[in-house]
């Protein structure tokens, strides 16, 4: 079982719509990352959050980490937001690694 | 701005070939990470460098070598190929020594073994 979960795996949205894909964690936890892969293969990091809500454009990064759980949002949705979505944690301690999810995969049609 | 450079973006090898993989960046980055993507499963690491002169052992570092030759370059070797590391191979870089500033990931290695 993967140490970090996301759901779902797979979602197709209409162009306009709000999305939100979660990551869920089993233990504390001193950052998470929110990752885009985009379907060439490039991955650019989007977010790196501890606490509270991020903002960049029309993505939007939050953390529970009492829930130990995360989720990215993307409002008005367009189809050049189709990529693989992936989240990565960093456990406390002096551990200098990232555990990665397996990814969303997002399309958004027109 | 370049970035992460990897070499090659394909390989195919026959099982029990050698070859190293390079990576560099130019981005004045401490810290240096290789990692392999596989179908189904997250991005593993397999060796990272904190700093120029050290190296250490991720998740999956079992047929595998590493070399940190200065700042900028940070290259992954297999000795033997095996079909088993037929993957897509990611370098990254990050400005601090642990994992809490944002990686900033190359376009990745298509390497397959036969």
């Known amino acids: 079982k993967n140490e970090v979960e996301q759901s779902p795996q797979n979602l197709t949205a209409q162009e306009g719509e709000f999305i939100t894909i979660n990551c869920s964690y089993s233990?504390?936890?001193?950052?998470l990352h929110w990752l885009q892969q985009h379907p060439g293969g490039g991955i650019v990091s989007l977010f790196m959050?501890?606490?509270g809500k991020k903002k960049h454009g029309r993505l939007i990064a939050t953390i529970n980490i009492q829930e130990k759980h995360s989720s990215l949002h993307i409002t008005a949705s367009h189809p050049r937001d189709s990529a693989v979505y992936i989240c990565?944690?960093?456990?406390?301690?002096?551990?200098?690694?990232?555990?990665f999810g397996t990814g969303t995969l997002l399309a958004v049609q027109p | 701005n370049a970035g992460v450079t990897q070499t090659p973006k394909f390989q195919v090898l026959k099982t029990g070939q050698s070859m190293t993989l390079q990576c560099a960046q130019d981005?004045?980055?401490?810290?240096m990470y290789w990692y392999r993507q596989d179908p189904g499963m997250g991005l593993r690491l397999i060796y990272y460098?904190?700093?120029?002169?050290?190296?250490d052992k991720g998740e999956v570092p079992n047929g595998y070598n590493v070399s940190r030759l200065n700042k900028r370059e940070f290259s992954l070797r297999l000795e033997s190929a095996a079909p088993s590391q037929t993957s897509v191979y990611f370098c990254?870089?990050?400005?601090?020594?642990?994992?809490?500033?944002?990686?900033?990931f190359g376009d990745g290695t298509r390497l397959s073994i036969l």
């Open positions: 990254a870089s990050s400005e601090g020594s642990y994992s809490n500033q944002p990686q900033h």
């Open positions: 233990v504390g936890i001193s950052a």
């Open positions: 959050l501890s606490s």
């Open positions: 990565a944690v960093i456990y406390g301690g002096a551990t200098n690694k990232l555990i």
């Open positions: 981005m004045n980055h401490n810290s």
């Open positions: 460098s904190a700093s120029e002169g050290t190296t």
